[in-house]
């Protein structure tokens, strides 16, 4: 038997007296495109910071290719790549620059280091680009090259947190090319978060509406509309599943003001 690329049974945390995030089950199959959704505070970003062992877990809670996240964390963190909500690329070094100190990071042989830089750079469309100082890219650009330091390891897992904020649309949908291209080609599996519905609806194969640290609707988008009611979008679903509440308080100041800067430093 297969075993899912993310496994979440009964996963909680809590800040304080805070629960951010409350008894949340969740399997997301190999090769899926699987979207995380809900309001800022519903414990999404939460979510993804345990499953890149970021946040601690207990075991048995989480796993990642059948690899437990609280006992083996190094080994779950070679099998993924992460791109932030906040900016990730060091606008005074190259493309290259950026991406080569990740392959440091995520320690990628030595001898290998090179090529997998220019393929990872190659994969996101930037190899033309790659000697350029990052402070000059557009805001697209920078999000592909995030990209591309989140690929240089191979991971088998990617996951992406608001991968498109702040981006136009024509920037929003050349970064959505790329990582489908990016799927198609490898099989990797991909874990988002966005609020954007028409992105979910459009590029996932399956969402999970978080609301209050807890999931409250779960499957393909076109199967939620469907049971919403005849001629619903995913915007209707969000809206039912959240009760039209955009905002909590759980996303707090620091998270609006994290957004914020992401946006404007994207352009």
């Given at each position: 038997m297969t075993e899912p690329a993310v496994r979440?049974?009964?996963?909680s945390h809590s800040f304080g007296t805070t629960r951010a995030v409350d008894g949340v089950?969740?399997?997301?199959?190999?090769?899926?495109?699987?979207?995380?959704?809900?309001?800022?505070?519903?414990g999404k970003t939460t979510t993804l910071r345990m499953i890149t062992t970021l946040l601690p877990t207990a075991p048995d809670h989480i796993t990642v290719?059948?690899?437990?996240?609280?006992?083996?964390?190094?080994?779950?963190?070679?099998?993924?790549?992460?791109?932030?909500?906040?900016?990730?690329?060091?606008?005074?070094?190259?493309g290259r620059e950026n991406v080569a100190l990740f392959?440091?990071?995520?320690?990628v042989p030595r001898a290998r280091r090179a090529g997998e830089v220019r393929r990872a750079l190659d994969l996101v469309g930037l190899a033309d680009d790659a000697d350029r100082v990052a402070k000059g890219?557009?805001?697209?650009?920078?999000?592909?090259?995030?990209?591309?330091?989140?690929?240089?390891?191979?991971?088998?897992?990617?996951?992406?947190?608001?991968?498109?904020?702040?981006?136009?649309?024509?920037?929003?949908?050349?970064?959505?090319?790329?990582?489908t291209q990016i799927r198609t080609d490898t099989g990797m599996t991909v874990l988002v978060t966005t609020h954007y519905m028409d992105e979910a609806e459009q590029y996932?194969?399956?969402?999970?509406?978080?609301?209050?640290?807890r999931v409250r609707a779960l499957g393909t988008p076109a199967d939620l509309e469907t049971d919403l009611g005849p001629g619903s979008t995913l915007d209707d679903v969000f809206r039912?599943?959240?009760?039209?509440?955009?905002?909590?308080?759980?996303?707090?100041?620091?998270?609006?003001?994290?957004?914020?800067?992401?946006?404007?430093?994207l352009g």
């Open positions: 979440c049974t009964g996963v089950d969740l399997e997301i199959a190999p090769g899926e495109v699987f979207g995380l959704l809900g309001p800022n505070g519903a290719f059948g690899v437990d996240v609280a006992r083996r964390r190094m080994a779950v963190r070679r099998l993924i790549g992460y791109v932030p909500q906040q900016l990730s690329a060091d606008g005074a070094l190259t392959a440091r990071l995520f320690d890219y557009s805001g697209g650009m920078i999000r592909r090259l995030e990209l591309a330091q989140a690929l240089v390891s191979s991971p088998r897992l990617l996951i992406l947190d608001e991968p498109t904020i702040g981006l136009d649309p024509v920037a929003r949908s050349a970064v959505w090319e790329r990582i996932c194969d399956r969402v999970a509406l978080m609301h209050t640290g039912a599943v959240t009760g039209d509440r955009l905002e909590t308080d759980e996303g707090g100041i620091r998270s609006v003001r994290a957004a914020r800067r992401t946006a404007r430093r």
